[in-house]
C-alpha cells in the first residue's frame, strides 16, 4: 500500500475531528461530563460516536445522546465481554430498539470477538457476533468491532458476508502488517487508531506507514488507553487531539489534513451522519 500524500495537500480551511469510539456515558465521567464535553469541542472535536455495551448502557448513552444532539452519537450493540449464556434475550431487546421509528443508532456496535481472558462463552460469542454482522446487513448500517485474541476466527466470520457491501471500524487496531492487510481486505473498512500509536515502544506507527490514511479513524476508547502523556490515567474524547498530531508526524502531512482525511472516512462510513 502507498501512502497517498498528494491528496493532503490542500485541506479545507475547516476540517473537522470526530472520536469514532468513547464510553464517556461511563460511571468513570458521572462527576465531571459537562467539562468533560466542553474539553473535547475547545480541542476541535466536532462529533463523538458512543458505542454501546451491554443492557444496563443502554440508557445512559441515550440520555447523553439526547442532552447533546448533533454532537453525541449512539450505537447499538453487545459487547463480547458482555456475552454469558443469556445472550440471546438480550440480543431480542437490542434489536427491538433498532427497529424503533426514529431511532438514534448509527452503527452496530460495540460488537465482535474477545478470547484473551476468558472463553468460556467462546460459541456464545461466536454465535453473538454473527447475529450482529447480520444486523449490519439487514439495517443497513456499519459495524465497529472489537477483537482480541480472536482474529482469524473474526475474519472467518466477515468472510461469510463478504459480498453484503459491509461497512464499519477495526477498532482499537495495534496488529501487525499482515494484520492490517487482511482487515482492509474488507473494502468498506477503516482501522481505528487510538492511544496506542502515541506509546513509546508500540510498533504501530512503523506498520502505519504501509496504510493510507484514507483507510483509518481516529479514537480514544475513553475513560481507556489514555495517550502519551497521560498513559495510565482516565481518557477522555479531548486527547483524541494527541493521536491525530502523532498521525501527522507519521504521515508527514498537517494536523489538518489528517482530521480532513479521517473525517471523510467517517462520513463514508457512517452514513447516518450525513442525515
Known amino acids: 500500500m502507498n501512502l497517498p500524500h498528494d491528496i493532503f495537500l490542500y485541506p479545507p480551511i475547516h476540517p473537522t475531528m470526530t472520536d469514532t469510539h468513547s464510553h464517556i456515558y461511563g460511571p468513570e465521567f458521572s462527576e465531571d461530563i459537562d467539562e468533560v464535553i466542553a474539553r473535547a469541542r475547545n480541542a476541535g472535536v466536532t462529533r463523538i460516536l458512543l458505542p454501546n455495551i451491554n443492557r444496563d448502557s443502554i440508557q445512559p448513552m441515550l440520555n447523553l445522546s439526547h442532552a447533546h444532539p448533533g454532537f453525541l ?45 476468558d472463553t468460556t462463552f467462546r460459541d456464545e460469542q461466536l454465535c453473538a457476533f454473527r447475529r450482529q454482522v447480520e444486523w449490519a446487513v439487514r439495517y ?30 477495526f477498532h482499537c487496531f495495534g496488529g501487525t502488517l499482515d494484520e492490517a492487510q487482511e482487515l482492509l481486505s474488507f473494502p468498506g473498512f477503516a482501522l481505528g487508531i487510538g492511544g496506542l500509536v502515541t506509546f513509546k515502544k508500540s510498533p504501530l506507527p512503523d506498520v502505519l506507514t504501509h496504510v493510507p490514511l484514507n483507510r483509518i479513524v481516529l479514537e480514544t476508547d475513553a475513560p481507556y488507553l489514555a495517550p502519551t502523556p497521560h498513559r495510565g490515567r482516565r481518557n477522555e474524547s479531548a486527547y483524541v487531539a494527541l493521536t491525530r498530531d502523532t498521525l501527522a508526524h507519521i504521515y508527514k502531512v498537517s494536523p489538518e489534513a489528517v482530521d480532513s482525511c479521517t473525517d471523510d472516512t467517517v462520513l463514508r462510513i457512517f452514513n447516518r451522519l450525513k442525515e
Open 140 to 169: 443497513r448500517l456499519p459495524l465497529m468491532i472489537h477483537c482480541r485474541a480472536a482474529h482469524r476466527e473474526m475474519v472467518n466470520i466477515l468472510k461469510d458476508y463478504r459480498h453484503e457491501s459491509l461497512k464499519g471500524v
Open 73 to 117: 452519537y449512539p450505537m447499538m450493540g453487545l459487547h463480547p465481554e458482555d456475552v454469558t449464556a443469556g445472550y440471546s434475550a438480550v440480543l431480542d431487546e437490542m434489536e427491538r430498539l433498532l427497529l424503533q421509528p426514529g431511532n438514534l443508532y448509527v452503527a452496530i456496535g460495540e460488537v465482535g470477538l474477545d478470547f484473551y481472558w
